[in-house]
């Protein structure tokens, strides 16, 4: 059977994506906004030193984390790390990602197909979950001199471990064909920057990046096959009940 046009072709399905974005995706447009507002009250209105102590003081390292865990976590999830206006800056790609079709693109879908309390979940857990899992690598790699001490009041603030996380539970939105480099793109990009290696481990945020993508890819496949189990028991009872209609005859 042949498709509708508007599933067949992408540039349809874009345009009714944008145009019932703010009905259906409310959650992610009001936090694409908060960010938006947050960088720029960063950026333009406090003075370099207010947003310096504001950037470390919510920043989740292992010296904020013990001493005010959920200010940091919150703190850290409403400020974006990157740029929003400079083409030129390498760090640009990592907003189209992130911020672009991470949050703006993915996180709406998840909202559009799981509701907007799940969606927030799904970013929530992500950037709390990795956050969590990371600061034990970091004790990890400390203990075996992989990291420099330093590494304990590191910056490390921002929404890119919650935007990973629902970039790799977007596997689910992409034709099968398109998974597996799907997966491979989310996995691959922390990679591509030009970090040296500090030790046998990469550098603490791409070891978050990592683990906030296999959290998102676990749930993805948690998904999946809960919904494969709901379809064979739906097929099962038709089948149930195509029987009894058959004997009733």
């Given at each position: 059977?042949?498709?509708?046009?508007?599933?067949?072709?992408?540039?349809?399905?874009l345009?009714?994506?944008?145009?019932?974005?703010?009905?259906r995706?409310?959650?992610?447009?009001?936090?694409?906004?908060?960010?938006?507002?947050?960088?720029?009250?960063?950026?333009?209105?406090?003075?370099?030193?207010?947003?310096?102590?504001?950037?470390?003081?919510?920043?989740?390292?292992?010296?904020n984390?013990?001493?005010?865990?959920?200010?940091?976590?919150?703190?850290?999830?409403?400020?974006?790390?990157?740029?929003?206006?400079?083409?030129?800056?390498?760090?640009?790609?990592?907003?189209?990602?992130?911020?672009?079709?991470?949050v703006?693109?993915?996180?709406?879908?998840?909202?559009?197909?799981?509701?907007?309390?799940?969606?927030?979940?799904?970013?929530l857990?992500?950037?709390v979950?990795?956050?969590?899992?990371?600061?034990?690598?970091?004790?990890?790699?400390?203990?075996?001199?992989?990291?420099?001490e330093?590494?304990?009041?590191?910056?490390?603030?921002?929404?890119s471990?919650?935007?990973?996380?629902?970039?790799?539970?977007?596997?689910?939105?992409?034709?099968?064909?398109a998974?597996?480099?799907?997966?491979?793109?989310?996995?691959?990009w922390?990679?591509?920057?030009?970090?040296?290696?500090?030790?046998?481990?990469?550098?603490?945020?791409?070891?978050?990046?990592?683990?906030?993508?296999?959290?998102?890819?676990?749930?993805?496949?948690?998904?999946?096959?809960?919904?494969?189990?709901?379809?064979?028991?739906?097929?099962?009872?038709?089948?149930?009940?195509a029987?009894?209609?058959?004997?009733?005859?």
């Amino acid at each position: 059977m042949t498709p509708p046009d508007g599933r067949r072709r992408p540039l349809p399905r874009l345009l009714r994506f944008l145009r019932t974005y703010p009905r259906r995706s409310p959650l992610t447009l009001c936090f694409v906004l908060l960010l938006a507002v947050g960088h720029f009250w960063l950026q333009d209105f406090l003075s370099p030193e207010r947003a310096d102590d504001l950037r470390a003081y919510v920043s989740t390292n292992l010296d904020n984390l013990p001493d005010h865990p959920v200010r940091a976590m919150i703190g850290s999830a409403l400020l974006y790390d990157g740029t929003l206006t400079d083409v030129t800056d390498p760090g640009f790609g990592g907003t189209l990602i992130t911020l672009g079709l991470g949050v703006c693109g993915c996180l709406a879908w998840v909202e559009r197909r799981w509701g907007s309390l799940r969606a927030l979940g799904v970013f929530l857990g992500g950037h709390v979950l990795a956050t969590l899992l990371t600061a034990v690598v970091i004790l990890f790699a400390l203990h075996r001199d992989w990291y420099p001490e330093d590494v304990r009041a590191a910056s490390d603030y921002g929404i890119s471990y919650g935007a990973q996380t629902v970039l790799a539970v977007a596997v689910l939105a992409v034709p099968r064909w398109a998974r597996l480099p799907w997966a491979a793109f989310v996995v691959a990009w922390p990679l591509s920057g030009d970090s040296e290696w500090p030790g046998p481990l990469p550098d603490f945020t791409t070891v978050g990046h990592l683990l906030a993508a296999a959290l998102g890819f676990a749930l993805a496949a948690a998904t999946a096959r809960a919904r494969a189990r709901t379809a064979r028991t739906a097929e099962a009872a038709e089948a149930a009940e195509a029987a009894e209609a058959a004997e009733a005859r």
